[in-house]
T-cell receptor
Framework: QKEVEQNSGPLSVPEGAIASLNCTYS??????FFWYRQYSGKSPELIMF????GDKEDGRFTAQLNKASQYVSLLIRDSQPSDSATYLC????????????FGSGTRLSIRP | DAGVTQSPTHLIKTRGQQVTLRCSPK?????VSWYQQALGQGPQFIFQ???????QRGNFPDRFSGHQFPNYSSELNVNALLLGDSALYLC?????????????FGPGTRLTVL
């Protein structure tokens, strides 16, 4: 079992709709959760971080964390073509200090 | 406020050679982590430097080594290059080593081994 799992996609969403990206993790003691966006050929860019159960909103982005289910998600409202990218879920485990474990990413495509 | 910088941008080497990649952290940050990202994969943790010492290491062979300087900048060295070392090498900086210290990535160095 991979430590952080994501559906590789591609996930195709019409412009203006809500894109929902999901991630599961294996370390039940994980402390911190991140979503990074990565455009082709570029480095990851931090979008959101979340530490506590529940929802965290920042503009069009909402991160959701459910530690009991070991599940974290990212919702993108009013999707724009510029949101087309690979989204990386990343987790810091209980015993790994600040070592980030990444999923392999979900490719998101926003169709006009 | 300068972000994380890396050099060089691209590098082409042949098998068996050695390479050094460089990273300057974001202003105010004191911790540098290095990651390797193969095509189509998420970044894989190589190691982390704090206070000029390697604090954590991922599952990478000893051919991968590093250094952190007093100004917090860092180098990644890879010896005896293999074809499989071809990847995007990412440096990330943060303030401190805590598990809530957000890491910010530099633009990366694309290494091609022929």
């Amino acid at each position: 079992q991979k430590e952080v799992e994501q559906n590789s996609g591609p996930l195709s969403v019409p412009e203006g709709a809500i894109a929902s990206l999901n991630c599961t993790y294996s370390d039940r003691g994980s402390q911190s959760f991140f979503w990074y966006r990565q455009y082709s050929g570029k480095s990851p860019e931090l979008i959101m971080f979340i530490y506590s159960n529940g929802d965290k909103e920042d503009g069009r982005f909402t991160a959701q964390l459910n530690k009991a289910s070991q599940y974290v998600s990212l919702l993108i409202r009013d999707s724009q073509p510029s949101d087309s990218a690979t989204y990386l879920c990343a987790v810091i485990g209980y015993s790994s200090a600040s070592k980030i474990i990444f999923g392999s990413g979900t490719r998101l495509s926003i169709r006009p | 406020d300068a972000g994380v910088t890396q050099s060089p941008t691209h590098l082409i080497k042949t098998r068996g050679q050695q390479v050094t990649l460089r990273c300057s952290p974001k202003s105010g940050h004191d911790t540098v982590s290095w990651y390797q990202q193969a095509l189509g994969q998420g970044p894989q943790f190589i190691f982390q430097y704090y206070e000029e010492e390697e604090r954590q290491r991922g599952n990478f062979p000893d051919r991968f080594s590093g250094h952190q300087f007093p100004n917090y900048s860092s180098e990644l060295n890879v010896n005896a290059l293999l074809l499989g070392d071809s990847a995007l090498y990412l440096c990330a900086s943060s303030l401190g080593q805590g598990n809530r210290d957000t890491q910010y990535f530099g633009p990366g160095t694309r290494l091609t081994v022929l």
